[in-house]
């Protein structure tokens, strides 16, 4: 089982929908990255976040540190959204260990 | 731009050969972290140093090697590189430790045939 678990896998949304990617994970941590890599391949870093919510533009993160779960929620989605959403954890050592990452498609 | 430079962007090269593959961090940022992404594994912390020290290891083959000099660009090497070593490889950095944000570069995509 992966320390860090994401879902869904895939997520195609129409224009305008209010999406959201969970990520759960297993062990103690200090802090919980969200990720965007888009199809080019650059990944930007979103949030990072050890306990209640962060809000940027259409973006919000919260995290559940009780309940080991995260959520990455996109307001008014736009087809320029579509990227691969990744979670990260950092636990006690300084290694961040990743998701599989959400894809997501957003169609106009 | 996240002001984190890699080079080169693309490498193709052989099995048995070494590369190295070289990062500027943002101006200011005392760490450096390297990163592989392959299809199959996703992405994976490789190495960290800061200000010229390692400062963690993650899952690094002994085939790499990483350093970090002291006008704080970063290298990572890679030796008698295998097809299984194919694979994008991020650096990424920030101000201080790891509960800093992290900035990551674009990525050198390194092809071994």
């Known amino acids: 089982k992966n320390e860090v678990e994401q879902s869904p896998q895939n997520l195609t949304a129409q224009e305008g929908e209010f999406i959201t990617i969970n990520c759960s994970y297993s062990v103690g941590i200090s802090a919980l990255h969200w990720l965007q890599q888009h199809p080019g391949g650059g990944i930007v870093s979103l949030f990072m976040l050890s306990s209640g919510k962060k809000k940027h533009g259409r973006l919000i993160a919260t995290i559940n540190i009780q309940e080991k779960h995260s959520s990455l929620h996109i307001t008014a989605s736009h087809p320029r959204d579509s990227a691969v959403y990744i979670c990260?954890?950092?636990?006690?050592?300084?290694?961040?260990?990743f998701g599989k990452g959400t894809k997501l498609t957003v169609n106009p | 731009d996240s002001g984190v430079t890699q080079t080169p962007k693309h490498l193709i090269t052989a099995t048995g050969q070494r590369v190295t593959l070289r990062c500027s961090p943002r101006s200011g940022d005392l760490s450096v972290y390297w990163y592989q992404q392959s299809l199959d594994q996703g992405l994976q912390f490789l190495i960290h140093?800061?200000?010229?020290?390692?400062?963690a290891k993650g899952n690094i083959l002994e085939r790499f090697s990483a350093q970090q000099f002291p006008d704080l660009h970063s290298e990572l090497n890679l030796s008698s590189l295998e097809l299984g070593d194919s694979a994008l490889y991020f650096c990424?950095?920030?101000?201080?430790?790891?509960?800093?944000?992290?900035?990551f570069g674009p990525g050198t995509r390194l092809t071994v045939l």
């Open positions: 990260a954890v950092r636990g006690g050592s300084e290694k961040l260990v």
């Open positions: 990424a950095s920030s101000v201080g430790g790891a509960s800093n944000e992290q900035f």
């Open positions: 140093y800061y200000n010229g020290e390692e400062r």
